[in-house]
């Protein structure tokens, strides 16, 4: 894991979470406060830390770190 | 030109002001919450009193909800939201037993969104579908207000119906398109009217927030995914907008407008340049300073005090005001004139003596870096309203502020200049002749129970009276309502007139049955700055005791409560009569018993006493 993932660190703070908290831990599943509400706001946030814009269809699979990550991976944004 | 910044910000504690503009450049979720969590690490008297809003809204609002709520941090404000559930307006509003009405607030908010409100109508078959269908529905609004305004006494801020961004574009000749635009506009008027029969009701002109904001506040993608289509830093704009609303519920206007002279009310420097050379007129750069005059004349009639603060030779300033062309404002159209070489700071702390104000309702207004920088070292409680001393900055100030912000004005708001024009010729001379002064300012006391009709006076003076005020209790409407509504609950207002005319009410007492019907507990008792020394608190208090005592009252306790401000009436009680039973450092508490009937003192007449 690179120790310097933007990504991850959005969504640790985003959420709230201990600094320390692993990517693979990053998931709707298992973060409580990953509720619909908190998705709207964090394609927000995405999109405007990463400058990209997610297809529709996408939206409704960006429920986790690796999701995310891969589609940011589709338009080639350094992490 | 930069404007000058967010009034709102500029007085925000050093630990939050850059976490909030740094929320506001990134529009970011979170750096919002990094500004919201910074609050939370002020000293509580700098975070403002804890209130609750309820917000009503035909957009969902959950999700840019801490964008709102940091508007109103800053305003400062704890301030709780309650966003009612998605499109509910009717329902709350009509429904007795709803929120809205069951956990009141500081206020209530309704924000409309045309795609719900009037979805028929956005893509009608015909013109007349459109205009037919915005008739019945401002009825259906209008019977929801006067359901809310029968129900509750919270203040109403009721919004205007922003053009959806999506139609607001449209090229005239695609119809149906102005046919809907025409139908939002009759029913924003609607609204105004709605809003304009009673002082409860407030509009928040959402239209037009949205139209400064422009194309740039509408984010379809977010229309879409979370029913309201604001982006996130639109968010942030209406949390201030909203905010800017709210404030004069919680924080009082300011009251005075220091201003300077040179390059200020006019282009050039007077003893320098001479009249001839000063610049003020049609043209540019005169232009700028003749709407600086414009502006100021305005805040006149709305009850703002003018003050000359101004380092120049008076008699020569007088003649610059009788005979440079172009002279909207006049020498008299200022209730103080400092025009002088002391310091400013100095004058403005002897204006706010002889206006008996404090300098905490003061603002100024001067091009020189170096008055305002003394100002904000010497006098900190004044409010500094320019950033820089450029004419067009002086305008923008004037322009931005919040400080004289008000929703409705009463009429000792309209009187308040003229009224502190007579000062002057009321102020007191020495002690030794002053019963004779009292007796020939012909003064009248006009007492009247608290009620209907001067609920609003009652309820400002509760807010603002700092000095002569024995508990500095800010009571809202609501709660003076409920106090008067005690069996047995004396409430008075007392109305000032004399010789130089009629002050409006200037004293107000309230007092509540404790315990049992034969003892009465002062709640407050307060008399305006500018109507003290006149014998208001003797006929007041002369008038609990002849009432009280007429009802088979036997006790009277009221007590004093120390701030910073009300030193003035420490021994207010001691000189009525009353026994004190108790001090400390925080106050004292006061007994009068038996209540026995007494006089009005003898230089003032009394209207409207029990018999």
Known sequence: ?79 | MNPEPEPLLSRLPEIVRGPVAEAIRDASWIKVRRALAAFELCAPTEQGPEVSIQILASFELESIAPALCLGLRCIPARAGLRIAPLNTIEQELLEPSSPVYAQPGLATVILWRADELLADQLYPSSASQAVGGVRQLLARIESMVERYLAASSVPLLLGTVPLPAALGGAPLGSRPRPAVARAIAALNAGLFDLAARSKQVHVLDVNWWAAQEGRAHYDLQMDFLAKQPFTVAAALSLGFFLARHLRPLIVPRRKVLAVDLDNTLWGGILGEDGIGQLKLGHDFPGSVYLRIQRELRELKAQGVLLILASKNDEASARQAFEQLPNMLLRWDDFVVRRVNFEPKYLNLRAAAAELGLGLDSFTFLDDSDFEREQMRTFNPEVLVLNERGHALHLLSGLLRTDAFDIHHLTEEDRIRHRDYELRAARSLPAESNLPAFLASLDLRAVLEPVQEGNFDRVVQMLGKTNQFNLTTRRHHLDEVKRLMAIPGAVGLTLRLVDKFGDQGIVAVLLAVPEGSPDSLAVDSFLVSCRALSRGAEEVLWAELANRAAAAGVRRIRAQYLATAKNGLVARLYDRLGLKRTAETSAGADYVLEPVQPSAFPGWISVEGNAP
């Open chain 1, 1 to 79: 894991m690179n120790e310097s993932d933007a990504l991850r660190d959005l969504l640790v703070e985003f959420f709230q979470l201990p600094p320390g908290t692993a990517a693979s831990a990053l998931t709707q599943a298992s973060v409580a406060a990953w509720d619909s509400l908190a998705m709207v706001q964090l394609i927000t946030e995405l999109q405007s830390a990463f400058g990209v814009e997610f297809e529709l269809e996408e939206i409704e699979r960006l429920t986790s770190y690796a999701e995310i990550r891969a589609a940011l991976a589709r338009r080639n944004i350094p992490l």
